[in-house]
């Protein structure tokens, strides 16, 4: 036989064994009398030719024959003819016997025949048998094995479908496991698998899959969003999508699944955390109802808007905002610059003076004009614990309110006591270097909650921590506890403070500081400066790695890379090493020096292009990338793309973004779905036009708003068509429909926007200067004044902002004065003077007098010459001109 090729073998069997077992004319038929039981008979009459028989065959032949005693011996074939037999399988033993016999790398084989049979015969297989075979391929599977690729794992889901029917809920967590590992395509699928099978599954699996999608919150956020648009197909109702989607998950729901038909259940809302978009959907909906305002969730007053309150009493408006101050025990209520702006303006004639029952932020948009003197200080310390980065810098807050301080507190000079210092709070991190290197040591103290620092702040502080008048003492006692104890402030000191401290001493405090500063997402380029600076050192030239090779065992020291410099990393770093941790490496490296010798060793490890799952790890590290990197890399899956663009590692340069986006384009089937968009964000503007106009309003519907600052006009004109028709259907709620088009208003023409005007929607000023700048150079006074509606004193707050700067000289002073809220022009009208006597020579020769018009000229500061705005004076002015001509001739 092993002279034989398989052709020859099946010859064998079929023209020869088979036809002399099954004639007709033998009195033993099959030779069965004289064997021993089935596996003599199988190995005497068949010999190594048994696998080229169906089961069919051999039980034909051998009707007593017993499979379990020659299970072993058959093929995996005809194993599986035997697992698809009507009623052959009862039990989970039956199963057993069979599977235990099969290697695991047959399993695909096996089931490519009995999943078939299954699902067209599922009443001869019970769930026991079902689940049976399910934990056989959990078990033996090794379906979670970076071996298995996406594709082969899809095809297993395809094999395992007919085994979900009536799943029993301990095998629902077995499944999530094996593709916890894997890409949003595959868990998408499983959601799809067991959505297919959702009637036949009882109350406890669904519990148990609901179970495993809140655990699933740990996943990518790509995924989580997968997961929330396969709740919301299952019933589209905002009601039902708020009682499906977990309540951790509810900020992946698209606003445009937030439009309710009918009463709102606030109280299932407020279990859940929303973003202010999504919150500003159904906030409408609190003054319809006698909910506790004192009971809303942070997340829900988020809502709070100019246009979701127009219609709310007084009362109800002024319990709102009250709600949103800050309380012990409650996480702040995060509001942005017009909410807060909104709030003062419901506020005003109506302030009280305790200051501490409003937002700490909103405190920032008071005139001092409201405060009473004898109330300055409380004003004060109550504005001590506002965050100042939320006002615009146009708007010169930080300045302003110092100043007002000032004024407040006695202060003089550039010393600030404690006492100073303790009421000022958070206004601090707003001084110049002066105040810090010259206050009280307790400014350090405050300094440690500042989102951000200068290089001067930075400067001073050193200068006051050298000093040794603070409570960290003379440098010669710095230790280990004093990094520990300066809390936030090692990420912006520099090599002169870091100078101080032996090299053992920064490692010990970089092992626990990263962790936490990586676990915060702390931004990247913060993190590159404390490398930079607390790894101060000459490089040193050479060919050889001298500070010990880079190993799994120094790759997983949280203090790494600290110690190399750039040269001795690209030394000490071999490509084995790099491939087999690359994940924990660019997790951990932050220099840009160092990335870009990760990008290039990894170029050279794969030469013919990096692979995908290579690529999904890259980090902040892809940041360094080029082109020619970018065109080397494996793009196919969303999860890949989407790891690529998060904010957190770092904006993309326009051409590089556009590239890796492209690149994902490019494979078939590949589009810019909803999915897709969510994770691109301010990416999309560094698409061509062409690309842009493919996006589906169905994608843009199902999106997050976008963020399109950086996007040209043309780009947000195309986008803003798509979105008109994505909220269609929306548009007799004005509220609503405002809400969801807001993001993409950039792009909107002069005649929309004038019939936003009519709605009263109470445009934000931040929408309002995100207009196209055209447009808003078009709108009239009577325009404006009903397009931002409760928002109009805010234009006098950004007078000096540029489109409100541009918009208001445009117009003229009467004009302005309608919205009686103080602005100015700086367009100087068009005058006449008075007409004086002109000699003019008549026919006769005698001279008489005419009268001629002096214009004065437009003010070149209005933004134009405004007199080619007016075609009528124009014509007026050259028709005067040319009469005078004529009389002088």
């Known amino acids: 036989m092993a002279s034989m090729d398989r052709e020859q073998q099946q010859a064998v069997y079929t023209h020869f064994i088979r036809p002399f077992l099954s004639r007709n004319d033998s009195s033993d038929p099959g030779c069965v009398s004289f064997n021993r039981g089935s596996k003599e008979w199988l190995q005497g009459n068949f010999g190594n030719f048994s696998g080229f028989a169906t089961l069919q065959d051999l039980q034909a032949l051998n009707s007593n024959i017993s499979t379990v005693e020659v299970a072993y011996l058959l093929t995996v074939s005809q194993l599986a003819q035997l697992a698809a037999s009507p009623s052959h399988l009862k039990t989970k033993m039956d199963v057993t016997n069979i599977m235990k016999v099969i290697n695991p790398v ?26 049976a075979f399910l934990q056989e391929v959990y078990d033996r599977g090794n379906l979670s094995s970076p071996a298995i690729s996406d594709t082969e794992f899809l095809l297993w889901l395809r094999r395992l479908s007919p085994l979900l029917v009536n799943l029993s809920p301990s095998l629902v967590t077995s499944l999530f496991n094996i593709g916890k590992k894997r890409g949003c395509n595959s868990s998408e699928k499983i959601i799809t698998l067991l959505d297919t099978q959702r009637l036949t599954l009882s109350s406890n699996t669904q519990r148990e899959i609901y179970t495993n999608i809140l655990q699933s919150l740990q996943a990518p956020t790509v995924i989580q969003q997968i997961f929330v648009q396969k709740i919301i197909s299952l019933d589209q109702s905002a009601a039902s999508v708020v009682q499906n989607v977990p309540d951790a998950m509810a900020t992946e729901i698209p606003s445009s699944s937030l439009v309710f038909s009918g009463p709102v259940d606030i109280s299932k809302i407020n279990k859940k955390t929303w973003t202010g978009e999504q919150a500003a959907m159904f906030f409408e909906s609190l003054g319809e109802t006698d909910f506790d305002t004192e009971k809303l969730n942070p997340t829900v007053l988020q809502g709070f808007t100019c246009n979701t309150v127009r219609k709310m009493k007084k009362k109800r408006v002024r319990g709102l905002i009250h709600s949103c101050r800050p309380r012990k025990g409650r996480a702040k209520v995060k509001l942005e610059e017009t909410q807060l702006m909104c709030m003062y303006n419901q506020l005003k004639g109506n302030l009280s003076q305790d200051f501490a029952e ?3 932020d909103m405190l920032i948009y008071l005139n001092i004009k409201d405060v009473q003197g004898a ?117 912006y000191l520099t090599e002169n403070f870091w100078g101080q401290f032996k090299s053992k001493t920064k490692k010990r405090f970089l092992k626990t500081f990263m962790p936490k500063q990586r676990k915060k997402k702390v931004r990247k380029s ?41 040269t001795q990393f690209n030394l000490c770093l071999d490509i084995p090493v790099l491939k087999d941790r690359l994940d924990s490496i660019c997790q951990k490296v932050d220099d840009s020096d160092f990335q870009t010798v990760i990008l290039r060793k990894l170029n050279e490890a794969y030469p013919l292009g990096v692979p995908e799952e290579k690529v999904l790890l890259l980090g902040s590290v892809s940041r360094v990338a080029t082109l020619n990197d970018i065109s080397k890399w494996t793009i196919t899956k969303v999860d890949t793309l989407a790891e690529l663009l998060k904010t957190e590692d770092g904006s993309w340069e326009a051409a590089q973004s556009k590239a890796i986006i492209t690149k994902y384009l490019e494979t078939p089937g590949n589009s810019l779905g909803a999915t897709e968009i969510n994770s691109i964000d301010s990416n999309l503007c560094s698409l061509d036009i062409s690309s842009l106009e493919k996006i589906k309003p169905d994608s843009i519907r199902n999106s997050k708003p976008l963020n399109l600052a950086s996007c040209s006009t043309e780009q947000q004109k195309v986008l803003y068509e798509i979105s008109k028709i994505s909220f269609v259907s929306q548009s007799s709620n004005p509220t609503t429909y405002y809400n969801l088009i807001r993001p993409y208003l950039g792009g909107a023409p002069l005649t929309d926007v004038v019939e936003l ?103 070149a500061t209005s933004g134009g010459a405004q007199l080619a705005k007016h075609p009528t004076s124009m014509f007026l002015a050259a028709l005067l001109t040319a009469v005078l001509l004529q009389l002088l001739q």
């Open 106 to 131: 047959n399993f695909g084989a096996f089931f490519d025949i009995v999943s078939p049979a299954i699902e067209t015969h599922p009443a001869n297989f019970t769930v026991e048998v079902k689940s």
């Open 358 to 360: 409003y937002p700490s």
């Open 375 to 491: 109330n300055c200080r409380s004003y004060f310390t109550a504005l001590g614990a506002a965050d100042f980065t939320v006002a615009s810098s146009v708007l010169n807050k930080d300045s302003g309110l110092f100043s007002e301080a000032q004024n407040c507190l006695g202060i003089s000079g550039v010393k600030l006591n404690g006492g100073d210092v303790e009421v000022l709070g958070n206004m601090v991190c707003t001084l110049d270097s002066s105040y810090i290197e010259n206050s009280d040591s307790l400014i350090l103290e405050k300094l440690k909650v500042c989102k951000d620092l200068s290089a001067s702040q930075v400067a001073a502080m050193e200068k006051l921590l050298q000093s040794g008048k603070t409570k960290y003492g003379d440098v010669t006692t710095w230790n280990a506890k004093t990094l520990v104890d300066l809390g936030e402030l090692p990420l």
């Open 526 to 566: 913060k993190l590159k400066k404390l490398f930079k600076h607390i790894s101060a050192r000459k490089t040193k030239r050479g060919a050889d790695c001298t500070v010990g090779n880079i190993t799994q065992v120094t790759v997983s020291d949280n203090a790494f890379p600290f110690g190399y410099e750039v």
């Open 757 to 859: 005007s009519k709605q009263d929607i109470h445009m934000d000023l931040n929408t309002f200067q995100s207009l196209d700048p055209n447009v808003i150079s078009k709108l009239t006074a009577a325009d404006v004044k009903a397009l931002v509606g409760a928002n109009l004193p805010d234009l006098k707050v950004f007078e000096n902002a540029t489109a409100v700067e541009t918009w208001r000289n445009l117009l003229t002073q009467a004009e302005l004065d309608t919205l009686d809220v103080g602005l100015t022009t700086s367009r100087v009208p068009l005058t006449t003077t008075p007409p004086n006597p002109v000699p003019v020579k008549t026919t006769k020769g005698k001279a008489t007098m005419a009268n001629t018009v002096k214009t004065t000229p437009v003010n």
